[in-house]
């Protein structure tokens, strides 16, 4: 599961805006209805992996606090144990930043296109 968030937090899996961007502009139906129809799936997708993940380093974190480790050797192999748990964190806690931007830009498209494309506000010359 591992792999699969670190695909999404390297943006293979983050959709491009200007495709939604492009289809709210010019009110491509098909394409909108293709983009709301695909989100629901790709926002479950993201958030079993980032769940995975997120369980994942709570119990690596609970594993390492709760041995007591042995020497210099033992401590500093702790050491940079948990500071790996919190860059797989911050990585986890940045693609969940830009999962919300995401999900915040989706929405306005969604509502742009219900407001100027369904109402004739604006067509495909606009």
């Known amino acids: 599961m591992m ?3 670190a695909t ?3 943006g293979a899996e983050v959709p491009d805006a200007a495709p939604a961007l492009t289809a709210v502009k010019t009110c491509n ?3 909108i209805k293709t983009l709301i129809s695909d989100e629901p799936h790709r926002r479950t997708e993201f958030a079993a992996a980032a769940y995975a993940e997120q369980r994942a380093i709570a119990q690596e974190r609970a594993t390492l606090l709760s ?3 042995s020497g210099a050797s ?3 192999t702790t050491t940079t144990a948990l500071a790996q748990l919190d860059a797989r964190q911050k ?3 940045d693609a969940r930043a830009t999962e919300k931007s995401w999900r915040d830009l989706f929405d ?3 509502a742009d296109y219900l407001a100027n494309c369904t109402t004739g ?3 495909a010359e606009n």
């Open 3 to 5: 792999i699969l968030l």
């Open 74 to 76: 033992g401590q500093a």
């Open 121 to 123: 506000k604006r067509n």
């Open 29 to 31: 139906r098909a394409e």
């Open 67 to 69: 041995t007591t480790p």
């Open 91 to 93: 990585l986890l806690d």
């Open 8 to 10: 999404l937090m390297l």
């Open 108 to 110: 306005e498209v969604r």
